[in-house]
């Protein structure tokens, strides 16, 4: 079945500093990939998706590339600020039936001023 | 434009109690709708999906049923809560059948005493 694997957190990052997630999947077929926010006590937000191999999503800073040849989708952002801090999760919908998605455990972000 | 609502926001129930969590969506009409549970510290578990009215489909044998009364309302229930029902309880719309996206509502934080 369809399987998310994301980077242990937490990471603790300085403001302005790099800032990359690592994500990988198992999937059949094509599967569409995202990036979604939690910040504390709220439900989560869409950050970006890609729908196809070599597309890039991008929203806020952050960029993640669908790469199917090493079933990746690592989440990057050039300079992070503190309200950046949040919870990441990494997903996708490979599900034709059903159209659900299948979670990351997610990565917490800390980003120290 | 389309809007999701959960609740209560919060809630904490003693062991045995009942429960019925609530999901609304405005803005659109036979949507797709979906119940997550996020465990502390946890990534995402789909419990329940319905493709319509009175449609619903089980993802994981529990505790908790669902149901739909009407087109945009999605019903979380219990007869008898467990401790091992604590967690963070997301409902979910997908935006558009010929995507995959999902968009969450804020949630429901759910404490067995």
């Known amino acids: 079945g369809n399987s998310v694997t994301q980077m242990e957190g937490p990471v603790t990052l300085s403001e302005e500093a790099f800032l990359t997630i690592n994500c990988t999947y198992t999937?059949?077929?094509?599967?569409?990939l995202f990036w979604y926010v939690q910040y504390p006590g709220e439900g989560l937000q869409l950050l970006l998706k890609?729908?196809?191999?070599?597309d890039k999503g991008s929203n806020k800073g952050f960029e993640a590339t669908y790469r199917k040849e090493t079933t990746s989708f690592h989440l990057e952002k050039g300079s992070v600020q503190v309200s950046d801090s949040a919870v990441y999760f990494c997903?996708?919908?490979?599900?034709?039936?059903?159209?659900?998605?299948?979670f990351g455990s997610g990565t917490r972000l800390q980003v120290q001023p | 434009s389309q809007t999701i609502h959960q609740w209560p926001a919060t809630l904490v129930q003693p062991v045995g109690s009942p429960l019925s969590l609530e999901c609304t969506v405005e803005?659109?009409?036979?949507?797709?709708l979906y119940w997550y549970r996020q465990a502390a510290g946890r990534g995402l578990q789909l419990l329940f999906y319905?493709?319509?009215?009175?449609?619903i489909s089980s993802e994981v044998p529990q505790n908790l049923s669902a149901s739909r009364p009407q087109d945009r309302q999605f019903i979380l229930s219990s007869k008898k809560l467990l401790l091992s029902d604590s967690g963070f309880y997301l409902c979910?719309?997908?935006?558009?059948?010929?995507?995959?996206?999902?968009?969450f509502g804020p949630g429901t934080r759910l404490t067995v005493l």
């Open positions: 319905s493709v319509g009215i009175g449609q």
């Open positions: 979910a719309w997908l935006g558009d059948r010929g995507t995959d996206t999902q968009y």
């Open positions: 890609a729908t196809k191999a070599d």
């Open positions: 803005g659109t009409s036979n949507p797709n």
């Open positions: 999937a059949t077929g094509y599967p569409s």
């Open positions: 997903a996708l919908s490979g599900d034709t039936g059903r159209r659900a998605l299948t």
